[in-house]
């Protein structure tokens, strides 16, 4: 149980609060994007599905988070993320272990492209991250990152695990693997969630009450004052700019996770070859990720997002032309280097939403965002295996995708606070 005391509360449940977070996006985003990658010629190949026909799945699930996230971030800020994993691990047991019996396109969208996507959105980022947000204010940018490394870490070891099981044991028994594992992961960490510090008469950050007597949580007051309602974030310039920004960025981790495998086995590597890049990616997603949260806290967050958006872009870039040269040293080279970009392209986001609409309502703010993020995202995993079902290839779609990166460094550098955080601020 919580200690209500916070004089005499020697260890911050914050803290055990982002082990959940760590454990909790491990398995949302791997079941989310990272597996997708190594099921995708195994069944294609049963099936004779185009590769668009498989990847609408995916289409489908960016517009149904969007529409769930909605919901799910008021709620949040309501009652906390317990309520919610428990439902969404329970969903996603039942879920993952129907894939195994997938027979048609329609079964696949409805289980992959719905079920499966509800159940990440329930256990995922948006309710972790938020409630990281309302525990933690002056490291929010560290604790972030610490738990976004649990991302990383599914790159790491789900995509080549899931690639030699599918492998060994087929595809149809590694959904059932899947099915196991993600259970006995999601609910501890569920039955551990906590809504607010407030609620067990804590305070942010860990701060003792004399702490706060003595002026030294200043930093959260603000935050809690400069914090906007839905209904105020969304009448503001501000908003906009860090959705399409955002968006812009993020499509990038979408797509390469999605179609590097048949990408490079498209260009003569096997599959273990090609899992292996994602895992290379990875890596160094996971190592920067402290780096990036430490100057997250100390240094202006937009010009460092701007940064880690033109790394995404410029990694891309160089993707493109290691394949096209052949080179399996210089492709692995500009995996690594996309991974660098990947390691701060979630506790920037966070921390920079948090920085302009504050936490109080972040749950709701972000929420509203997230349908038109996704929809913006959507299109893309689609429309990149559309261009290769028509042109045999995926250099000018990727050359694209790339572009929106480095655009997106532009924008960034360009929204500005809203009026009331600025004012707050100053």
Not at 58 to 80: E, K, P, T, W
Not at 328 to 339: N, P, R
Not at 375 to 380: R, V
Request: one cysteine or more; hydrophobic letters at 55%.
């Amino acid at each position: 149980m919580l200690n209500p005391n916070p004089s005499t509360s020697r260890h911050y449940y914050g803290y055990k609060l982002v082990g959940c977070a760590f454990v909790a996006q491990f398995v949302s985003i791997g079941l989310f994007s990272y597996v997708l990658g190594a099921f995708f010629l195994p069944m294609t190949e049963e099936f004779g599905w185009t590769r668009a026909e498989f990847t609408l799945a995916r289409s489908v699930g960016q517009l149904v988070m969007g529409m769930a996230g909605f919901v799910i971030g008021v709620y949040v800020d309501r009652y906390g993320g317990k309520p919610l994993m428990l439902i969404g691990t329970a969903l996603l047991a039942v879920v993952l272990a129907l894939h195994s019996q997938v027979s048609s396109l329609t079964g696949w969208i409805i289980l992959n492209g719905v079920g499966l996507v509800l159940g990440c959105a329930m256990v995922g980022n948006l309710v972790v991250n938020v409630t990281l947000a309302k525990w933690f204010v002056e490291r929010r940018g560290q604790v972030v990152a610490w738990a976004a490394m649990g991302i990383s870490l599914a790159g790491i070891v789900i995509t080549p695990a899931i690639t030699a099981s599918i492998d060994l044991i087929g595809w149809r028994s590694s959904w059932l693997l899947l099915a196991v594992a993600s259970t006995v992961l999601l609910l501890p960490v569920a039955m551990l969630m906590r809504r607010a510090p407030e609620d067990y008469g804590l305070h942010p950050d860990g701060k003792s009450q004399l702490q706060v007597d003595r002026g030294e949580a200043e930093h959260a007051a603000q935050d809690f004052a400069r914090s906007l309602t839905r209904a105020q974030a969304l009448r503001t310039l501000s908003f906009y700019g860090l959705v399409v920004a955002f968006a812009m960025f993020s499509i990038n981790i979408l797509v390469v996770l999605l179609q590097t495998i048949p990408y490079l086995t498209d260009a003569g590597l096997n599959r273990t070859q090609a899992a292996l890049a994602i895992s290379i990616a990875s890596i160094p997603a996971m190592l920067s990720k402290p780096i990036w949260g430490y100057y997250i806290d100390r240094l202006a967050a937009k010009p460092l997002a701007a940064l880690g958006a033109f790394v995404t872009g410029g990694a891309l870039l160089c993707i493109v032309y290691a394949v096209k040269a052949q080179s399996l040293w210089a492709i692995y080279a500009a995996y690594t280097l996309l991974g660098v970009g990947w390691g701060g392209m979630i506790p920037l986001q966070e921390v920079i939403w948090g920085a302009f609409f504050g936490r109080r309502h972040l749950g709701a703010v972000r929420s509203a965002a997230l349908p038109f993020t996704l929809i913006i995202g959507a299109s893309a995993p689609l429309l990149v295996s559309l261009y290769h079902d028509r042109v045999g290839d995926y250099h000018g779609a990727l050359l694209v995708v790339a572009a929106l990166n480095l655009t997106s460094a532009l924008l960034i550098l360009w929204v500005p606070p809203p009026a009331r955080a600025a004012a707050v601020a100053s």
